[in-house]
């Protein structure tokens, strides 16, 4: 028998869900934070009004056509990239990527985890301006940054069906997302930054004591069986040469320290963040102080100097601190700095 609730627990009921939709949004408006150091500053009162429900689509619902394989293909491209376009895959016109990760080795559960730079959502932000090419990209430039600098390898022709397999599965993990929408849980979260230098030496020790069970004492990872009858890995290389190389956004303090405190170790999400900030900062950095291989022609990166992360670690700059500071921060001198130099700019002095 269904009852009537009373008017003092209808009320109640209003205030509880009240203060979660609040809590919610703070919440979103604290952790939201792109991966290349891009985000859209808005009034809480915005974010209230403008809430959208939505969930990540259901690949296994979509109809048994052409279009649902070309999604299904790309959501295995996506988990499983070195089987398909890796370095030793047995069709050499294939061989994309130049090193053995999986994209969901940074975009966690095939880009739909949040604050683990999940796919959904982004099909209808491209094209967009990139600070880093200082010129408007489509979606498959963008892929194609990933491709040469987190996979370390070569550009995927934009009618290769490896590409348009992606393409289809982002957009398909945009079903339903209103136009201009930006859903919460986009990029890497946002946790407070240090007032110090990041510290590689202390990141070491908390790396020994908390990461090597999964990455190894050396970084390298566990492969899931031998090298030659399967190519992937359990838990991925953080450097080295099978890892990202220093252009990818991941090699970079912010990106990786975030990522890191919100997804890390396996099984921690941002509403259960197990290691501190302090523990997250100094892990990244000497996760980022480690080698890997080296991306050609970083110093053509960042055209307009200013726009500039300041978390690249790599020069040339325009704002007077050194690659080290970038590096490991504090950031803060950093952002003035280019703030001062934006106003004189836009001043004409």
Known sequence: MFTRPSSILIE???????????????AFLWLS????????????????ASATIWTVPEIGALPDNAN????????????ATYA????????????????NLACSNCHLAAGTKKFAIPLFGLFGEFPQ???RLGAEITIENRLNSCMTRSMNGRPLPVAAPAMRAMVAYIK???TGVPPGKLLPGLGVGKMP??????????GRQRFASTCVACHGTDGQGIRRSLPTTDLGYMMPPLWGSDSFNDGAGMARLITAANFIHFNMPHGADYLNPQLSPDDAWDIAAYVISQPRPHKADLDKDFPDRLDKP?????????DGFGEQQHKYGPFAPIRAAVARLKAEKAGGR
């Open 310 to 318: 300041v978390d690249a670690p790599y020069g040339p700059y325009a």
């Open 172 to 174: 398909f993990l945009s």
């Open 84 to 99: 398909h376009i890796g370095p030793q895959v047995p069709d050499r016109s294939q061989r994309f990527a130049g090193n």
């Open 129 to 131: 301006y990139s600070a």
């Open 193 to 202: 930054e240090l007032d110090r230098a990041a510290d590689p030496v202390r």
């Open 33 to 48: 934070g792109f991966p290349d150091g891009h985000g859209v500053a808005k009034s809480f009162a915005q974010d209230a």
């Open 68 to 79: 649902t394989r070309l999604v299904r293909r790309g959501r295995d491209l996506i988990s």
């Open 12 to 26: 109640a009921s209003v205030r509880y869900a009240s203060a979660a939709v609040c809590a919610a949004v703070i």
